[in-house]
């Protein structure tokens, strides 16, 4: 092999080196982004979740409160 041709293929070696690193780093960033996105997305569902059955309970005990007979007031 000439000098040349060896300088090509390490300068061709570095160069798919360098993309194998920046791709792998891209996927990592990926893969963190998207953790975070389904940590989110889980949170939101449970929140939502715990304020919808929150409401049900305010509504059914404003239900049971209309339902109680009236107290007669003093004359």
Known sequence: ??????????TAVSLFSKMQTQSMSLNRINSERDA??????????????????????EMAAAAALALLPKRAGKR
């Open 1 to 10: 092999m000439t000098a040349h041709s060896k300088t090509a293929v390490d």
């Open 36 to 57: 975070v996105s389904q940590a989110r997305e889980a949170k939101t569902a449970r929140l939502r979740e715990l304020r919808l059955e929150k409401e049900a309970d």
